[in-house]
């Protein structure tokens, strides 16, 4: 048994492993570069065909990701950290009446205005990021 899949080896398997090895050890004696010996890879024999994995995203549709509505940013020293109580206002970048950045998992991805729906606050998408203009900011 091979200790690391518990598969049972061969008695070709050994008597291959055994001449690689001898081999190599010639080799290293006569002091030769190590022989390379070409990989055998089986035939993959899975049952759906790469077009259908490739065209089929449904496994990846369950996976959940973070999605953020930023309103705006600021930095603040730590001294005025520490001086903020309840009803302190905290002023940010973003103008009123200016759109809001939606973020999923940290990346930009559309741009949109609230809205109030039943006493909570929503987003209304105004402005969509195309792919081509996200790639572009990934390579930055």
């Not at 080896?9 to 010639?26: L, V």
């Not at 002091?31 to 055998?40: C, H």
Request: proline residues 4%; aromatic residues 4%; charged residues 25%.
């Amino acid at each position: 048994m091979d200790d690391n899949n518990d598969t049972p080896i061969s008695e070709d398997d050994w008597g291959a492993a055994i001449a690689e090895q001898e081999k190599a050890e010639a080799n290293a004696a006569a002091n030769l570069p190590p022989v390379a010996t070409a990989a055998v890879f089986k035939e993959f024999s899975g049952k759906g065909t790469q077009t259908e994995t490739h065209n089929d995203i449904d496994f990846i549709l369950d996976i959940p990701v973070q999605l953020t509505v930023e309103l705006g940013r600021t930095k603040i020293a730590i001294k005025n950290l520490l001086q903020l109580a309840q009803g302190s206002v905290v002023e940010l970048d973003g103008l009123a009446g200016e759109p809001m950045d939606v973020l999923v998992n940290g990346c930009l991805i559309a741009q949109g205005e609230v809205v109030v729906v039943n006493d909570k606050f929503g987003i209304r998408l105004t402005d969509i990021i195309t792919p081509a203009e996200r790639i572009r900011k990934l390579n930055r």
